[in-house]
């Protein structure tokens, strides 16, 4: 696969969006930044090193493969059917909360790194990785 750059419009409220890039290279590293909010979110697949700004942390195998799958698909809501099959190789859905524990976790690695990217849950469709939007209030505050 050749590196390749998308351009996204991601809205969290109705009338404002966040552009977002994103890319791949054949190195195994896929990155977003978010043009606005001064912020890069890097993951290294061959190690499964995430990578935000200048901070960085080491992921487990199953994580990373989660992560990589929301970080491909950035801005498409993705069903719990096409993760289970995608990074659990299951074409059924076993009945546990998995993904649940996974996406915890992230959301807890994401948090840390104080990256400016939240793991959405859509109610009976499914989870979405999208970009943070800017909160005036907190930059008044500050």
Known sequence: MSRSEVVAQCGRRAGSSIEQRFWYSEAGQIKISAVGLDATLILDTRVNLLRV??????????????????????????SRKTIFSEVWGYQFN?????????ICYLR??????????????FRRQG????????????????
């Open 53 to 78: 700004n200048e901070r960085c942390l080491l992921l487990q195998a199953t994580p990373a493969r989660l992560l990589a799958l929301l970080l491909l698909n950035q801005g498409t809501v993705m």
């Open 94 to 102: 076993p009945g546990t909360k998995i993904i649940d524990v996974q």
């Open 108 to 121: 807890k690695i994401l948090h840390t790194l104080q990256a400016p990217f939240e793991i959405k849950t």
């Open 127 to 142: 989870l979405r990785l999208q970009a943070l939007e800017q909160c005036s209030t907190c930059h008044s505050l500050s």
